[in-house]
């Protein structure tokens, strides 16, 4: 049972435009959000966070936002450039006992942004 | 540059053969995360240690193993492989704790083929 779907396993986007990639999550108990970014023969890093009390994350050019009535979360990237072009897993986390918690993840979305 | 350091990066064995994967976390992370991506697979979570204990456990076979020692290192024991192991197998490391909301800092990973 997949606890969080990204059901675009690729998306193409001209350079300059707006990138926006989805995901949407099944799991009530999940309470913290993450976008990282991957780029080939590298470990996935951190890009962007959102709590559940929040419906709206900026950084820069990146911006998340929270649905928690629909169960879905979006990243948007404006305006996208090509370095942007890498492989983008959602994920999300719950506290479990004693502060514990997990990170799941999406099986990401391929990002190519086209010069 | 995560500060995660994973060895070996690359490793091609035979079936039923058993090998071990090492990860040093971050400086000052006492949390580690084991986790193993597939072929057109998301990142699935293995387990996790927070200071030398087990702290959470997902999808790990019982054919796998890992341990946390002293100095925070740890190491994933893959035994008895089978031709469906072949993946890349990350580590991530985070401060840990009741605070952590799931920000980890990912290694480059260790892709492991078996023939």
């Known amino acids: 049972d997949q606890q969080v779907k990204q059901n675009s396993p690729s998306l193409s986007v001209q350079e300059g435009r707006i990138s926006i990639l989805n995901c949407d999550y099944t799991?009530?108990?999940?309470?913290?959000f993450l976008w990282y970014k991957k780029y080939p023969a590298e470990g996935p890093t951190f890009l962007i966070s959102?709590?559940?009390?929040?419906d709206k994350n900026e950084d820069g050019r990146f911006t998340v936002f929270l649905n928690k009535s629909a169960k879905h979360l979006s990243l948007h990237i404006v305006p996208s450039q090509p370095g942007d072009s890498a492989v983008y897993f959602c994920a999300a986390s719950f506290r479990g006992g004693a502060g514990s918690y997990q990170l799941t993840f999406g099986k990401g979305t391929k990002l190519s942004v086209i010069p | 540059d995560s500060g995660v350091t994973q060895t070996p990066k690359h490793l091609i064995t035979a079936t039923g053969q058993r090998v071990t994967l090492r990860c040093s976390p971050r400086?000052?992370?006492?949390?580690v995360y084991w986790y193993q991506q597939s072929l057109d697979q998301g990142l699935q979570f293995l387990i996790q240690?927070?200071?030398?204990?087990?702290?959470a456990k997902g999808n790990i076979l019982e054919r796998f193993s890992a341990q946390q020692f002293p100095d925070l290192h740890s190491e994933l024991n893959l035994s008895s492989l089978e031709l469906g192991d072949s993946a890349l197998y990350f580590c991530?490391?985070?401060?840990?704790?009741?605070?952590?909301?799931?920000?980890?800092?990912f290694g480059e990973g260790s892709r492991l083929t078996v023939l």
């Open positions: 959102i709590s559940s009390i929040k």
């Open positions: 799991n009530s108990m999940f309470d913290y």
């Open positions: 240690y927070y200071n030398g204990e087990e702290r």
């Open positions: 400086s000052g992370d006492l949390s």
């Open positions: 991530a490391s985070s401060v840990g704790g009741a605070g952590n909301t799931g920000e980890l800092f």
